[in-house]
């Protein structure tokens, strides 16, 4: 008889079998969800199944952060992870380490991936972003020709400059088909003349699914984002949708509307600055004006000081000054001493001899004409003269007595 094998040797027999099976080491299983219970331990314990078959299935504690919603009866999932043997009861089960909504969860893995895989390649980093230039002339769009999406964006834009030249590309923005017509309007744009190229392309759509928006999320059209040499500003779905061209584009928008505010400035706010700018240049060259002129008035007036002319003014004024004083001063000089002089002549005339003679009184000479003042001064018979007020009178010293003290 052969030998015989012990129920733990066949156990572990399968058991490595089963390890060494790579394809059982790691797989995925798609399936729905039965029997799911959530362990106090943190464990989750569940069943896949599908029209033919079972099977058990095991989330440990530590692999939850695996399992991104809460899982539930009847549940559509794709389950990822090694397929091995429990030997204690030897039983096979899968132990998962990632499980994912089937559908739309195999999309969300697609974008997880593509957006690892993209942002190691540096596609997202700030350092390539182009700046959205200011005061476009022309904007490109690349989105269907139809819906709201394409209204928003151009009564907007318009709106805030009337003058703006808007380049439609009608793409295909949903289906299989709308990668390639994505890329093909951001190439067409990129590969215009220079002077007729938009300065700013906006991409985008209104709101939608995952499924819907899809498109946005393709590798191709996201380097297309990248390799443009035109900023562009990607505007998909609403506010709270994110998809690749947002992280890759030059900037993003919440939704096509304000990407048509961000790419478009308003000429009314515009006019307003440069009215603003232009008072302040008038208001700055009139003052400049003014300060240059009152320089000018004062080397005009330094210059008109310094020339012969003006000194030859001035010493004419100064003499002229200098004139009148002496003149003032001369005239009061000889008004003073005009005055001084009618003092003496009135004190002369009140000790002049003929003023006494007026009175009574005479004047009288001897007949030498010198004024007689002691009798000694003559004898009887010397001729003498006496000089009165209105004439003088001749006569003969008939004795000259002298009085008695």
Not at 148 to 169: G, K
Not at 212 to 235: C, G, Q
Not at 259 to 264: D, F, G
Request: proline content about 3%; aromatic content about 6%.
């Amino acid at each position: 008889m052969r030998n015989a094998y012990s129920v733990s040797q066949v156990k572990t027999y399968i058991k490595n079998m089963f390890r060494q099976d790579y394809l059982l080491s790691s797989l995925l299983v798609r399936g729905e969800v039965s029997n799911c219970k959530y362990h106090s331990s943190g464990h989750i314990y569940f069943t896949l199944k599908d029209s033919q078959g079972t099977l058990a299935c095991v989330m440990f504690a530590g692999s939850r952060r695996g399992l991104a919603f809460q899982m539930r009866e009847g549940d559509a999932v794709i389950v990822q992870g090694t397929v091995d043997v429990y030997e204690r009861d030897g039983k096979y089960q899968l132990y998962a380490r990632q499980i994912i909504r089937d559908g739309i969860g195999a999309l969300n893995e697609r974008y997880e991936q593509l957006k690892k895989q993209l942002e190691e390649e540096g596609l997202f980093d700030e350092m390539y972003k182009q700046p959205i230039p200011k005061y476009i002339r022309t904007l490109g769009v690349v989105t269907a020709p139809t819906g709201a999406a394409v209204q928003d964006i151009m009564n907007i834009a318009l709106r805030r400059n009337p003058w703006l030249r808007i380049i439609l590309f009608p793409a295909i923005v949903q289906g299989d088909a709308a990668k390639n017509s994505i890329v093909s309007g951001i190439r067409a744009f990129n590969s215009m003349p220079e002077k007729e190229r938009p300065e700013v392309i906006i991409i985008g759509r209104g709101g939608g699914s995952l499924e819907d928006l899809w498109a946005f999320n393709e590798e191709a059209v996201a380097r297309a984002v990248f390799d443009s040499e035109i900023p562009i500003i990607s505007a998909v779905g609403h506010e709270t949708d994110t998809v690749i061209t947002d992280y890759v584009a030059d900037l993003r928008a919440p939704t096509p509307s304000a990407a048509a505010e961000l790419a478009v400035d308003e000429t009314e706010r515009l006019l307003g600055t440069l009215e603003q700018y232009r008072q302040s240049l008038t208001s700055a060259m009139e003052a400049r004006t003014e300060r240059v002129r009152m320089r000018l008035r004062s080397s005009e007036l330094l210059l008109s000081r310094l020339s012969p002319s003006y000194r030859i003014r001035e010493q004419r004024m100064r003499l002229t000054q200098a004139e009148d004083a002496l003149g003032e001063r001369m005239r009061r000089i000889v008004e003073d001493r005009r005055h001084r002089a009618e003092k003496a002549a009135l004190m002369l005339d009140a000790l002049s001899p003929l003023k006494r003679l007026s009175g009574g009184y005479g004047y009288v000479t001897g007949g030498d004409g010198r004024p007689l003042t002691r009798i000694s001064g003559v004898k009887a018979g010397d001729s003498i003269a006496v000089r009165l007020r209105d004439g003088r009178i001749g006569a003969k010293v008939t004795e000259a007595v002298p009085d008695v003290e």
